[in-house]
């Protein structure tokens, strides 16, 4: 059974910067690709990044491109959300998702297999 353990998230102040893990266990990352999204109480569910199965081709939501990096280890079956320069409004629940490796990066968080259980960041000084 597939099965996604996030981890890293925490409380930072603006400017810093943290990194989330997305483990797979259960199944080969390869088979793959990696969305990451986040969401708040108030707001639905927001596309982060997008890394595809061998990680030659990255998306990034326009919020968050420049700060934020997608990447991938599939020998670790671990992928990874390297956030830097973080701002409150970045504050959110992150979750990584799983989609088949040849899905299109246009997909709708609906669209995807295979989630997390999410990691809380706070971003507040």
């Known amino acids: 059974q597939v099965r996604l353990v996030e981890s890293g998230g925490g409380s930072v102040q603006p400017g810093d910067s943290l990194r989330l893990s997305c483990a797979l266990s259960?199944?080969?990352?390869?088979?793959?690709?990696m969305g990451w999204f986040r969401q708040t109480p108030q707001e639905e569910r927001e596309f982060v990044a997008f890394?595809?199965?061998?990680?030659?081709?990255?998306y990034y939501g326009d919020s968050v491109k420049g700060r934020f990096s997608a990447s991938r280890d599939n020998a670790a079956n671990t992928g990874f959300l390297q956030m830097t320069d973080l701002k409150p409004e970045d504050t959110a629940v992150y979750y990584c998702?799983?989609?088949?490796?040849?899905?299109?990066?246009?997909?709708?968080?609906?669209?995807?297999?295979?989630w997390g259980q999410g990691t809380q960041v706070t971003v507040s000084s």
């Open positions: 259960g199944g080969t990352l390869r088979d793959f690709a």
């Open positions: 998702a799983l989609t088949p490796r040849l899905s299109s990066w246009t997909l709708t968080w609906e669209e995807y297999n295979h």
């Open positions: 890394i595809s199965w061998l990680g030659k081709s990255i």
